[in-house]
């Protein structure tokens, strides 16, 4: 089993920054890729950002291209989401995923975290 643990959200002014963080454990951690997603209210989960976690290679949603950067750290099986000038609209639950069983599904989510940006 593995476990994926979000954290970093909160609350900060149309302009900030803020970073969020998660951090798989379980079984011997090896995924094809992890994601970010994020849910706002009366809104559909949306896919933020993916990283594909042994070449690296990133992909970003129109919406945060240019704002925010995904990363991981493979050593401590830790992934990031940087977000820079955050906007009223960045406002929602964000969710970190894995692909672990394959490369094409998120199989595994974390619990999220709450990213609330003030006008």
């Known amino acids: 089993q593995v476990q994926l643990v979000e954290s970093g959200g909160g609350l900060v002014q149309a302009g900030g920054s803020l970073r969020l963080s998660c951090a798989a454990s379980g079984r011997t951690f090896s995924a094809y890729r992890m994601g970010w997603f994020r849910q706002a209210p009366g809104k559909e989960r949306e896919f933020v950002a993916s990283?594909?976690?042994?070449?690296?290679?990133?992909y970003y949603a129109n919406s945060v291209k240019g704002r925010f950067t995904i990363s991981r750290d493979n050593a401590k099986n830790t992934m990031y989401l940087q977000m820079n000038s955050l906007k009223p609209e960045d406002t929602a639950v964000y969710y970190c995923?894995?692909?672990?069983?394959?490369?094409?599904?998120?199989?595994?989510w974390g619990q999220g975290t709450q990213v609330t940006v003030s006008s």
């Open positions: 990283i594909v976690w042994s070449g690296g290679n990133t």
């Open positions: 995923a894995a692909a672990i069983d394959g490369p094409l599904a998120y199989d595994y």
